[in-house]
């Protein structure tokens, strides 16, 4: 099974499954079509959108449960 790391990049991300773009829109991320997307990491796409290195942890952690099946 595939896990998410902060270090890897928003395309990436998406790649793994299609329903990760709901999880990055609903938490603010409006990135997913965005240029930048493409050669920026979770982490940074989480600075810059002004969230503190815990909220980026907090949603790898919540990505990470909707791939194991938790999250629904």
């Given at each position: 099974?595939?896990?998410?790391?902060?270090?890897?990049?928003?395309?990436?991300?998406?790649?793994?499954?299609?329903g990760?773009?709901?999880?990055?829109?609903?938490?603010?991320?409006?990135?997913?079509?965005?240029?930048?997307?493409?050669?920026?990491?979770?982490?940074?796409?989480?600075?810059?959108?002004g969230?503190?290195?815990?909220?980026?942890?907090?949603?790898?952690?919540?990505?990470?449960?909707?791939?194991?099946?938790?999250?629904?």
């Amino acid at each position: 099974m595939a896990k998410v790391s902060k270090d890897m990049i928003i395309s990436d991300i998406i790649s793994i499954d299609k329903g990760i773009v709901g999880i990055l829109l609903q938490a603010g991320m409006h990135c997913i079509g965005c240029h930048a997307s493409t050669g920026e990491t979770l982490e940074d796409a989480g600075f810059v959108h002004g969230f503190d290195p815990q909220e980026v942890d907090q949603l790898v952690e919540y990505i990470n449960s909707y791939l194991e099946g938790a999250v629904v």
